[in-house]
């Protein structure tokens, strides 16, 4: 049986993606807070820049236009992307398990559970659908990323961890 970890992977972190932890002190900290969804200025301001907004954008712009920093943000976005999808998808799934269970079951008692998980699924759904995105505007170009910030991230990985785990890996369960 594989690992925990391999069936059931957690909501991405951009700690994890190839690149990241050889990225100097100031550029890891300006790139985990554009990745949080922090304006270009407020992430060079977290990454110890000072000065005006203008010193800061300019910090920022030269930040991103470093080809490393670039290639970490599309990693990490690429992969948190596929990684919401599939928690989407398997919330999905054991949304529609869980009516289908419900909507056929007699029991009183087994039709509370059954609609309990299909609503714990439909609010993790929500979640996602609700609080996630992320635009960089730079001069005439907008680009549009999802992103999980940090306190977003630990809700989302404790609903996945009480609702799609138990449903899509019964074994994970017990």
């Known amino acids: 049986m594989a690992p925990q970890s391999q069936q059931q992977p957690e909501l991405f972190a951009i700690e994890q993606v190839q690149g990241y932890a050889q990225l100097d002190r100031r550029t890891r900290l300006f790139t985990q807070a554009i990745f949080d969804g922090c304006s270009q200025a407020e992430a060079a301001r977290r990454a110890g820049y000072e000065g005006t907004e203008a010193n800061l954008y300019a910090a920022a712009s030269r930040q991103m236009r470093t080809a490393k920093v670039q290639k970490v943000l599309n990693q990490a976005w690429v992969k948190s992307g596929a990684s919401i999808d599939l928690t989407l998808r398997q919330a999905a799934e054991a949304q529609a398990r869980a009516f289908n269970a419900w909507r056929h079951c007699t029991d009183r008692k087994d039709r509370k559970q059954y609609f309990d998980e299909w609503q714990k699924t439909s609010t993790l759904i929500a979640m996602i659908h609700g609080k996630i995105g992320f635009k960089i505007e730079n001069h005439a ?34």
Do not use: G, Y
């Not at 680009?143 to 074994?171: A, D, F, G, K």
């Open 141 to 174: 170009t907008t680009i549009n990323h999802v992103i999980l910030t940090p306190s977003l991230q630990e809700e989302l990985v404790r609903q996945r961890r009480e609702v799609v785990t138990p449903l899509t890996n019964p074994r994970a369960a017990a």
